[in-house]
């Protein structure tokens, strides 16, 4: 069984930075993808950014230039690099680990934009 634990969520200004990790547990096989998702109060769950392991990446519209999705294949960990952040990227955000036979979701880590 996989486990993956995020870290790194909180409260900051508008145009701050935060730096989210997830730390995937468990045997792992075969090719995969971690992700990045977020989750607003009566909003469905939308990809923010995903990273092959190749390294081949895919973000969502509103982040680009903004957001910086990487991954550590050796420690099995994805981190998503937030800058300027906006209001509007208040959410819980949910990592994602998805290969041939398996899709494992994190537990969520708030992220909250205020001033």
């Known amino acids: 069984q996989v486990q993956l634990v995020e870290s790194g969520g909180g409260l900051v200004q508008p145009g701050g930075s935060l730096r989210l990790s997830c730390a995937a547990s468990g045997t792992i096989f075969g090719p995969n993808a971690m992700g990045w998702y977020r989750q607003a109060p009566g909003k469905s769950r939308d990809m923010v950014a995903t990273?092959?392991?190749?390294?081949?990446?895919n973000y969502a519209d509103s982040v680009k230039g903004r957001f910086t999705i990487s991954r550590d294949n050796a420690k099995n960990t994805v981190y998503l690099q937030m800058n300027s952040l906006k209001p509007e990227d208040t959410a819980i955000y949910y990592c994602?680990?998805?290969?041939?036979?398996?899709?494992?979701w994190g537990q969520g880590t708030q992220v909250t934009v205020s001033s």
């Open positions: 994602n680990l998805i290969g041939p036979v398996y899709n494992y």
């Open positions: 990273i092959t392991r190749l390294g081949d990446t």
